[in-house]
């Protein structure tokens, strides 16, 4: 086992930890809106120690587990995904109505003009 697999494997250890005994309090700026044990699937990501390091310095100043700072990043690029996607069909939505007012202004007569 790489030394980078001994930080995962320990860091994994400790955020279990810290989600299951619940004598530790997250500090008063964490919500919880629902409880991690909802939570069904794990996904398992391979970092530099660099990059590994700058994810626990982060974690660190806000006093949260480093896999609580790397979840809410992830859930926050799915809804931005997300967002970008609804402002796609938005803005698709007002081409076809600008399309339809063209149309109209061109021919109207035609039905449904």
Known sequence: MSKLDKLLAAEAAAAEAFEEDQSVPYPDHVKISRPN????RVLQVRLNPEEFEAIERIAAARALPASAVARERLL?????????QADVAAQLVVVADQI???AAQMNPGAVGA
Request: proline letters at 0%.
């Open 100 to 102: 339809r007012a063209f």
């Open 37 to 40: 044990r909802a939570r069904s």
């Open 76 to 84: 926050a690029m799915i809804r931005e995904d997300e967002a970008s």
